[in-house]
């Protein structure tokens, strides 16, 4: 829970100026604590995954994200890895993860690790389309 105060208190860090804080629900650290993953440096958390394994076996990746200045470092991969495998173990068949239309570096960075997009007209309410994504495990 430590963890998660820190980025929520370095937000923009990780997410510049879009507002997400309201995605990092203390529930899902809680209850899902062995599919959300931090990469810490020393000076300080580099990245992290929530996530979690849906009881029809979906590791539905919520959240991921690296901080700034350690982007293009290969980190974003290597969490997406140790989720894939945490999510793995606890039954996942399949990865699954939802990000906006505009999103241009969400698309590239999960196209690069082997995801399939699909734009879901009303994923998020009436007119509100999202891109979701979809990978089989175990990954390749
Ligand atoms: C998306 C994000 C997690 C990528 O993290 P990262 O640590 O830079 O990713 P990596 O260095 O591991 O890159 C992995 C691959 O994705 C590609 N990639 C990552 N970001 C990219 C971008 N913005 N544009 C194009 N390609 C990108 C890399 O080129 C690399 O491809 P390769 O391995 O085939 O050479 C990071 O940019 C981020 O935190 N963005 C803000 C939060 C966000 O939008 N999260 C995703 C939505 S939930």
Redesign the pocket.
């Known amino acids: 829970m430590t963890d998660l105060h820190q980025v929520l208190a370095d937000h923009h860090r990780?997410?510049?100026a879009r507002d997400l804080r309201s995605l990092h629900l203390a529930a899902l650290v809680r209850e899902f604590g062995d599919t959300c993953l931090v990469a810490r440096g020393e000076d300080g958390i580099h990245?992290y995954v929530i996530g979690f394994v849906t009881p029809a076996g979906t590791g539905y990746?919520h959240?991921?994200?690296?901080r700034d200045d350690?982007?293009?470092?290969?980190?974003?991969?290597?969490l997406y890895e140790a989720f894939a495998d945490a999510a793995h173990r606890h039954g996942a068949l399949r990865l699954k993860?939802v990000?906006s239309v505009g999103?241009?570096?969400?698309l590239?960075?999960h196209r690069?690790?082997g995801f399939e997009a699909t734009v879901v007209d009303d994923y998020d309410g009436p007119g509100r389309a999202m891109v979701v994504f979809h990978r089989d495990l175990p990954l390749g």
């Not at 959240?63 to 690296?66: G, K, S």
């Not at 350690?70 to 290597?78: F, S, Y």
């Open positions: 990780y997410w510049g990245g990746a959240l991921i994200a690296t350690v982007r293009g470092t290969g980190l974003g991969r290597r993860a990000t999103n241009a570096g969400s590239a960075f690069s690790l």
